[in-house]
């Protein structure tokens, strides 16, 4: 099992920065992929960003330029830092890993982006 916990979610305003953590705990030994997934009202749950333990990073295009993923290994967490915050950005932000063959999701954090 792992857990996974994220913070840094928030009311923001266009333009602005805000970072995003997960930190997870239990079997973390065999994670071989974390990242954020997002889940806007109305809409499906979406890729943003996954990093894999080789260091191979995917971000889907809409946040490509702003978006930035990073792990601190010694802390078992995850950062997303998100720059140039678009209204479009405003959605539940899901912390996903995948240890062996199994998913495992956070709770979610919510950024708004105000106009």
């Known amino acids: 099992q792992v857990q996974l916990v994220e913070s840094g979610g928030g009311l923001v305003q266009t333009g602005e920065s805000l970072t995003l953590s997960c930190a997870a705990s239990?079997?973390?030994?065999?994670?071989?992929?974390m990242g954020w997934y997002r889940q806007a009202p109305g809409k499906q749950r979406e890729l943003v960003a996954t990093?894999?333990?080789?260091?191979?990073?995917n971000y889907v295009d809409s946040v490509k330029g702003r978006f930035t993923i990073s792990r601190d290994n010694a802390k078992n967490t995850v950062y997303l830092q998100m720059n140039s915050l678009k209204p479009e950005d405003t959605a539940v932000y899901y912390c996903?890993?995948?240890?062996?063959?199994?998913?495992?999701w956070g709770r979610g954090t919510q950024l708004t982006v105000s106009s």
């Open positions: 996903w890993a995948v240890s062996g063959l199994t998913p495992y």
């Open positions: 239990g079997n973390i030994f065999r994670i071989n992929f």
């Open positions: 990093m894999s333990t080789g260091g191979t990073i």
